[in-house]
């Protein structure tokens, strides 16, 4: 089973961001379950959503708390809250900023992770440069496909044009593809 | 059709395939998504011949259901925690006149302290209103239990509960097997109602009832739900046939026929349980689990011969009658009562206002009910650091507060502390 926790603020997007990676996961015939973290939200509180991927039915119904990647939406979180709690050695990852990981101050939690599991994407930009608006889901979904290889960027997609309507669907599609060229450009500059 | 989709979606599908014709209801987080659908669905005539009412409140909206359906129309509502308390009069007013709505309720705690999240206060409240309850484990099966819900409420004329934990299901995305309109049509025959009102002939319902016959209509009320007791499997059985899984049903077990250890539970925490439990039995330890479906009727001999050959019995409920202990242990000691060496019973109450039932707490209780089981109720995970820190404050001070807001700021106090600790 392979678990994903999602970190951001309230009116991010971090429920359908859950929802899009379990559809994905289900259009490639696997089992996947998406959920909330169940507060009482509220606009610009950190908020958290989950994702388990399997091959066999998912009956767990507690939290993630030891998840296998991280998706954070804003990297204002670490100063707020434990972002990495729980997260697995072997685990990744992806953060939306345009910035390092050493301006981000997160060589140490790189530094306890294998080589190439962390990585920043700058989702935000590449949403507003495609949708027109900041909004980074398809973005880090994208990113994470690339990152990850746990779905293929055509499920992403395919999730995002089930969600939306053809115009705002194809300018996710748009962001997705690109976020998802910028990590395998980065990971091949290295 | 399979679907990744979200568990209340599905189930306002599922209910829109039974072809109701009255849908009356008020919103109330966490049941609310179910009927924000079953509203659109009747807008765009989804579901055909279907009429969406607006009311002010719960009491007006299971009225409306009592009045649909005593004049022949197929009615169903949805609810949760205080809206299901706000509805009571009308709960035992629906079960009373024989009238077979069927709501859903999404499980809530019930207040105060106000908390929006799961646990199974709201269900246990009206438990005995005569109202039959069926607790959904999966999406799947909360879909497929208001299927044959209809069914059984119109077979014997009596109201149906379906109960989905608020949000653990209610908010969860995960693929659900919606059926075809036919497939439904043909297990779900159109409501023939015994008794309706009809202006071209005159009847009435609700008449007052003295000492001569009150005890007759209950007992009659009763004998419908023992007469359920046949139904429910056979209705699951029916369904099974036809859409090829097991879904209802008084009970499931799993991995218990030869346990020594049998958990008892209801609703969304049986598949961690099934988890905890595959690890435990691939640890050699003989323990399985009981899933209860049915909780009224209570399926008596059904549990009791599936319990009798265990050591020990623990029950896991997310519910507590403050003052006496766990409902659902208390009702599991009903089915071995008088039983020549029956397995002890042993109470765990846990998930309270939504806290999070763990496969770590599930392994600590389950592992110490095998070597030091307990008497009385166990509180999983209970922060006993603060409940004895209160209770040395109420003992010193007279005018010591409201407990809710005491603990509240010993939390908010204990995290400042760590957070120093961490600092330094």
């Known amino acids: 089973m392979f678990q994903v926790r999602f970190h951001g603020r309230g009116g991010q997007g971090v429920v359908t961001a859950a929802e899009l990676l379990s559809v994905a996961a289900f259009l490639e015939q696997r089992h996947a379950q998406a959920f909330p973290s169940f507060g009482s939200e509220r606009m610009g509180a950190p908020v958290v959503s989950f994702c388990r991927i399997d091959d066999k039915e998912i009956r767990l119904r507690e939290p993630i708390l030891e998840p296998d990647a991280l998706i954070v939406q804003d990297p204002t979180l670490f100063k707020a809250i434990d972002v990495c709690q729980g997260l697995k050695s072997t685990g990744y990852l992806l953060v939306n900023s345009s910035r390092s990981l050493s301006e981000l101050h997160l060589d140490a939690i790189a530094n306890r992770l294998p080589a190439g599991h962390v990585l920043t994407v700058p989702a935000s930009e590449l949403a507003l440069k495609h949708i027109g608006r900041p909004l980074s889901n398809a973005a880090l979904l994208g990113a994470f496909a690339r990152l990850s290889g746990i779905v293929q960027l055509k499920s992403v997609a395919a999730a995002i044009r089930e969600a939306f309507g053809e115009k705002i669907a194809e300018a996710n599609v748009a962001a997705a593809t690109a976020a998802y060229d910028a990590v395998a450009a980065a990971s091949a500059a290295a | 059709m399979l679907k990744q989709i979200e568990g209340s979606r599905a189930m306002a599908e599922a209910i829109g395939l039974c072809r109701p014709e009255v849908i009356c209801a008020y919103p109330i987080t966490p049941q609310t998504h179910i009927v924000e659908g079953l509203g659109e669905m009747a807008r765009t005539g989804e579901i055909k011949n279907c009429e969406f009412i607006n009311v002010e409140s719960e009491f007006a909206a299971l009225s409306v259901a009592i009045g649909a359906s005593a004049a022949g129309a197929r009615a169903y509502t949805a609810t949760a925690s205080q809206g299901l308390l706000y509805m009571a009069e009308a709960v035992y007013n629906a079960s009373g006149l024989g009238l077979p709505i069927v709501m859903t309720l999404g499980n809530r705690a019930i207040g105060a302290p106000i908390n929006i999240w799961n646990d199974h206060s709201d269900a246990m409240a009206v438990c005995d209103s005569g109202w039959m309850q069926l607790f959904a484990e999966t999406n799947q099966e909360a879909a497929d239990l208001h299927i044959q819900a209809f069914r059984l409420a119109e077979e014997l004329s009596m109201p149906v509960m379906v109960c989905v934990d608020g949000f653990i299901l209610t908010h969860a995305v995960e693929q659900v097997d919606i059926p075809e309109q036919a497939d439904v049509d043909a297990y779900l025959p159109s409501y023939e109602p015994v008794q309706v009102l009809d202006p071209k002939d005159p009847i009435s319902i609700g008449a007052m009832v003295g000492p001569d016959a009150f005890t007759e209509v209950r007992y009659l009320q009763h004998y419908k739900q023992t007469l359920a007791l046949r139904l429910i499997p056979e209705y699951a059985a029916d369904f099974k046939s036809r859409f090829g899984r097991d879904s209802g049903g008084l009970l499931r077990s799993y991995r218990a026929d030869d346990a020594e250890l049998i958990v008892v539970a209801m609703g969304s925490v049986n598949g961690t349980i099934k988890d905890t439990i595959d690890e435990m039995r691939a640890d050699g330890l003989s323990v399985g689990l009981v899933t209860l479906v049915s909780f009224r009727p ?127």
């Not at chain 2, 202990?325 to 089915?335: K, T």
């Not at chain 2, 999070?356 to 650091?385: C, K, M, Y």
């Open chain 2, 298 to 424: 209570f399926p008596t001999e059904a549990l009791r011969e599936k319990l009798v050959r265990a050591r020990n019995v623990v029950v896991i409920e997310k519910s507590l009658a403050v003052g006496m202990g766990g409902p659902l242990a208390n009702n599991v000691d009903l089915a071995l009562r008088n039983v020549a060496g029956a397995p002890q019973v042993h109470s765990v109450i846990a998930g309270l206002g939504g806290r999070p039932i763990t496969r770590t707490s599930l392994h600590r209780v389950l592992r110490r009910a095998l070597v030091q089981p307990w008497e009385g109720s166990h509180f999983l995970d209970l922060n006993e650091e603060i409940v004895a820190k209160e209770l040395h404050y109420v003992r010193k001070v007279r005018r010591s507060g409201p407990t809710a807001e005491n603990l509240l700021r010993r939390l908010g106090q204990a995290a400042d502390e760590a957070a120093v600790k961490t600092a330094v």
